[in-house]
């Protein structure tokens, strides 16, 4: 499996702007769909946004011309440009991946997982 390790979360204020990293341990380019959720306190885990293996892009609406994913196949690493951050964005930010795949973009059909890291929005 692969390793990821996520990075860039803080605490901010609502507006501003937050740029999240993960960094996995191998090539996937061309081979794996890598995604973004977060799991704020009491809720279950979300999906955020993904970019396919063909390096296609797919958003929750609530995100949507807020978040923006790419991916450095270069560095083996997946970016979450966060902009405009609200309150309601405040959670732990996971990065997961898994084999290209047709499934949905929901935790149960990715297979790796990183540790996490903590994004906070103050109003």
């Known amino acids: 499996q692969v390793q990821l390790v996520e990075s860039g979360g803080g605490l901010v204020q609502a507006g501003d702007s937050l740029r999240l990293s993960c960094a996995a341990s191998e090539r996937t380019a061309n081979s794996y769909d890598m995604g973004w959720f977060r799991q704020a306190p009491g809720k279950e885990r979300e999906f955020v946004a993904a970019i396919s293996w063909r390096a296609n892009t797919y958003y929750q609406d609530s995100v949507k011309g807020r978040f923006t994913i790419s991916r450095d196949n270069a560095k083996n690493t997946v970016y979450l440009q966060m902009n405009s951050l609200k309150p309601e964005d405040t959670a732990v930010y996971y990065c997961?991946?898994?084999?290209?795949?047709?499934?949905?973009?929901?935790?149960?059909?990715?297979?790796?997982w990183g540790q996490g890291t903590q994004v906070t929005v103050s109003s």
């Open positions: 997961a991946a898994r084999s290209g795949s047709w499934l949905e973009f929901t935790p149960p059909n990715f297979t790796s």
